[in-house]
């Protein structure tokens, strides 16, 4: 593909009892964002695992992933520049929305910069004036938004969407596809995304449907 910026070679995994989830190869454009389809059981969250480098060292691996032309094999998650974002937003329930955004940020980003970066995050949230807020007191799409803001200011090079939009109702998922969507692409930031909605794949995005493990 042009401009590729992720890609997976032949990614394969062997679970514990012997079954295998690939091989898999595909290929992401910056901004691009990539459906994996399928039943439970079929391994999607597995390969997000392994592309994020958390996957169970129980699972073996044969191929590999490339970001931006840079193997993946052996770099340890916190050098990798791939974010993730969950179902559920995981913030730190211990900090203020503004010190779960800050802690994204690079140690290279310092005092004024520091803040100014966390106001622009909230700025484009729509969420301005909640630094002081508890993630407990924000809504679910509110919470959401702090989680990817957060995602970005940690400057990934790409991005995982483990379901991210499964626990809103129906009018918040859409403002969310949007507003993740939107984000992404104005970033090009690449994506890879997992769900079991239809509705949640960009208009004229991919999909790759992924069958179950074979025994």
């Known amino acids: 593909m042009k401009n590729t910026l992720f890609e997976l070679d032949k990614l ?20 691009e964002i990539l459906t994996l389809m399928g039943p439970s059981g079929c391994g ?15 699972i073996r691996q044969s191929g590999q992933g490339r970001l931006a032309g840079q193997s993946l094999s052996g770099i340890p998650i916190e050098q990798r520049r791939i974010g993730l974002l969950f179902q559920d937003a995981l913030l730190f329930p211990h900090m203020s929305v503004a010190e779960n955004l800050a802690f994204a940020l690079p140690a290279s980003v310092r005092g004024q910069a520091r803040q100014n970066a966390v106001r622009a995050a909230l700025k484009d949230a729509e969420l301005s004036g909640m630094e002081k807020r508890a993630p407990s007191t924000l809504s679910g799409g509110q919470a959401a938004r702090v989680a990817l803001m957060r995602a970005l200011l940690a400057e990934p090079a790409m ?50 449907q992924l069958e179950a493990p074979d025994a």
């Open 159 to 208: 991005l995982l969407l483990d379901e991210p939009f499964s626990r809103l109702d129906s009018r918040l998922r859409q403002d969310m596809r949007d507003f993740v969507y939107r984000h992404l692409q104005a970033r090009a930031i690449p994506a890879l995304l997992v769900t079991h909605d239809s509705a949640d794949v960009p208009a004229g995005g991919r999909i790759i």
């Open 12 to 31: 394969c995994l062997t679970l514990p009892d012997g079954r295998a989830i690939g091989p898999l190869s595909l290929a992401l454009a910056p901004g």
């Open 44 to 58: 999607k969250s597995s390969l997000l695992a392994a592309i994020a480098g958390t996957l169970s060292p129980a």
